[in-house]
C-alpha cells in the first residue's frame, strides 16, 4: 500500500493505493470520496474539496524508473507531484508474496494431516 497526502490551507487530503489488490481510495479530512478498482499503469480520481473547488488526482507509474507518481491538480492548476521509488513498491510486494507462501503451506500443512 502507498499513500500520497498533502495538506491544502481548509483540507487534508490523501491518496492511498494498492499494488497488489488494485483499490485505490481518496480521503478528504478523513471521509473517503472517492474509490476505484485499477489494475493499469495510471488512474484519475476527481472530487470536491471543501470550499467547492474541484480537484483531481492522477496516479501512474513512472515505467523508465518504477516510481509511482500521484500528481495533484486544484482547478486544472497542477500543485504537487509526489513520488514514492520503487523500494516501498518492492517491500508491499514481498510482504503479499511472503503472506501467500504463508498460507500456501499452512494449507498444505493441514492437508497433510488430516
Request: aromatic share 8%.
Amino acid at each position: 500500500m502507498v499513500s500520497f497526502k498533502y495538506d491544502f490551507n481548509q483540507d487534508l487530503v490523501e491518496l492511498q493505493a494498492s499494488n497488489w489488490s488494485g483499490l485505490e481510495q481518496v480521503y478528504v479530512n478523513g471521509k473517503r470520496v472517492s474509490s476505484k478498482l485499477n489494475f493499469g499503469q495510471n488512474s484519475e480520481h476527481q472530487v470536491q474539496l471543501h470550499d467547492g473547488n474541484p480537484c483531481k488526482f492522477q496516479l501512474l507509474i513512472d515505467p523508465s524508473s518504477d516510481q509511482m507518481i500521484c500528481r495533484i491538480y486544484k482547478q486544472n492548476h497542477l500543485i504537487a507531484s509526489i513520488k514514492q521509488g520503487k523500494e516501498s513498491l518492492l517491500q508491499s510486494r514481498q510482504l503479499l508474496q511472503g503472506a501467500v507462501m504463508f498460507c500456501a503451506i499452512s494449507s498444505l500443512g493441514f492437508l497433510l494431516l488430516s
